[in-house]
């Protein structure tokens, strides 16, 4: 930074204090020095900050879809005999989960306003991992049931959290990959859950042994409740607190993610931001988007080992034969993250995950269960569409300014999530067994509505910056933007020089 530049920045820092200024401004204005900020090199920034960050989230997001994913596996552990579940109670466990996940994403609205979203995260990861736990002492369905109600409440706020954070530390044109990288705990997770399951099920039984489904759920509770105290305790509120970062590089880290015009930290709660949200067309259609990708999401994360169960294998075959789903994941988020990162073009990289998704719901609905490929082939096509999901939540991390109106968007779409998984589940009816074809053709349906939101999302955001006369580029100059006008968290509605991408 220049001297001129420095002192007309000390001079737009003069006037009193604005309640809606944010954090960073006061650390950027008392840690000023011109001549360490021109030593720094931010790309070793962002170096520390991705080996300190991300792999603090994907660890959450990992132990995240295991403890999900569990009541998947257990299902064919012998839970459902054991627990004496009938009719619609196992798809009720799974429904109620995300029930509880959806009422209370609107609590975590206020929540990560006025508590830091790091700590709100580790305590809720490792009170999740109790709850997880705790359903190893599950003896009928109604004490599974409230144990994963209360996975549910506190699983609420991971999607919210984990957006919120990647946003502080990270451009706009960087989130995508970072998002994708701890999004990568979905698939790990997959592949990982099938090693377990299968392991677990070779415990010996006998009249006094522990079910290999309960050591199951206590072995992945007491994990979660480590890595959710490890988050609480190393991971940073914000970048000003992050210990491993000198003065400087703060700075300069703060300078370098002034572009998004999203701020960093803001506890002033306010509701006028709340109004907006609510009259805003990118919230309905990110809601609407997250929900159709979540139908069929919902199908695979509950009932894949039970459709590949239903193929013939016995249930350490489907524990095994589940895990190639999770490199399907791993390959299209990466594909996602890189593409996004190369080309930007989020719309046509959603598409592009989406396509292969309608034809594996194609396969799995049309290929008789005779033909084992086929229908494999199908249940692991479908995982292509956990990709676009990280395209919606960094959508709203990136275009969605203010920090209430994020904060309640977050929550919204991350909400939106749960409703998806509450349908996905309700779709598969014991009547329909062994062939479970309405839940097959849901997908499909559930796929093409996506990719219709998606298009009027680019043509909105398309359209919004051509109205504003702003051009498509993610970018701009940081020293044109980084002024006190720029920390006054200003909704995206209001900054008129707010850029949306797409």
């Not at 369905?141 to 959290?161: C, D, N, Q």
Request: with cysteine; net charge neutral; proline share 4%.
């Amino acid at each position: 930074m220049t001297t001129n530049d420095e002192k007309a920045l000390r001079a737009e820092s003069m006037p009193g204090s604005d309640s809606n200024l944010d954090k960073a401004w006061d650390f950027i204005d008392h840690h000023r020095n011109a001549e360490a900020l021109a030593l720094i090199d931010i790309a070793s920034v962002r170096n520390k900050v991705d080996w300190h960050i991300v792999p603090m989230m994907f660890l959450c997001y990992t132990m995240q879809f295991l403890d999900k994913v569990a009541i998947n596996y257990g299902a064919v552990m012998g839970l459902t005999t054991d627990l004496k579940l009938v009719g619609n109670d196992f798809s009720n466990v799974a429904t109620f989960f995300f029930v509880a996940y959806l009422i209370f994403e609107l609590p975590n609205t206020y929540c990560l306003q006025m508590v830091p979203a790091g700590k709100w995260l580790g305590v809720n990861v490792a009170l999740w991992g109790v709850a997880t736990a705790s359903a190893a002492a599950a003896h009928n369905y109604h004490t599974l049931l409230v144990s994963r109600i209360f996975v549910g409440i506190f699983e609420a706020t991971i999607g919210p959290s984990l957006l919120l954070i990647s946003s502080q530390w990270y451009t706009k044109s960087e989130q995508a990959l970072r998002f994708s990288f701890w999004y990568l705990g979905l698939g790990v997770g997959q592949i990982v859950g099938g090693a377990i399951s299968y392991a677990f099920q070779h415990v010996a039984q006998d009249a006094t042994a522990l079910a290999g489904w309960r050591i199951m759920f206590t072995t992945l509770g007491c994990a979660t409740v480590v890595i959710g105290l490890c988050t609480f305790f190393f991971l940073p509120d914000t970048p000003m607190q992050a210990s491993w970062l000198s003065d400087s590089e703060k700075v300069a880290l703060l300078k370098h993610v002034s572009v998004n015009q999203t701020g960093i930290e803001n506890r002033n709660f306010r509701p006028q931001e709340i109004l907006e949200a609510l009259c805003d067309p990118q919230i309905y259609l990110l809601v609407v988007s997250t929900i159709c990708l979540s139908v069929p999401s919902g199908v695979v994360t509950t009932y894949s080992a039970t459709l590949i169960n239903h193929l013939g294998y016995n249930s350490k075959q489907a524990a095994l034969m589940n895990m190639p789903s999770g490199a399907v994941t791993i390959f299209f988020i990466l594909f996602v993250g890189y593409g996004i990162r190369m080309q930007s073009h989020r719309w046509a990289w959603t598409l592009a995950c989406i396509i292969p998704g309608i034809l594996g719901g194609a396969l799995m609905s049309f290929v008789p269960t005779s033909n084992k490929a086929g229908c494999l082939a199908g249940i692991y096509l479908v995982n292509a569409i956990t990709a676009p999901l990280t395209v919606f939540y960094a959508w709203t991390a990136a275009n969605v300014a203010g920090p209430t109106k994020r904060a309640f968007a977050a929550a919204l779409v991350s909400g939106s999530f749960g409703i998806g998984n509450i349908i996905g589940p309700q779709t598969f009816r014991p009547r329909d067994a062994p062939d479970y074809r309405p839940a097959k053709l849901a997908i499909m349906g559930a796929l093409a509505g996506c990719a219709l939101t998606t298009l009027l999302l680019f043509c909105y955001y398309y359209l919004e910056n051509r109205r504003r006369g702003l051009t498509a580029k993610e970018t701009a100059n940081e020293g044109e933007l980084l002024s006190r006008q720029q920390w006054l968290n200003l909704t995206d509605k209001k900054n008129q020089n707010f850029r949306y991408v797409y």
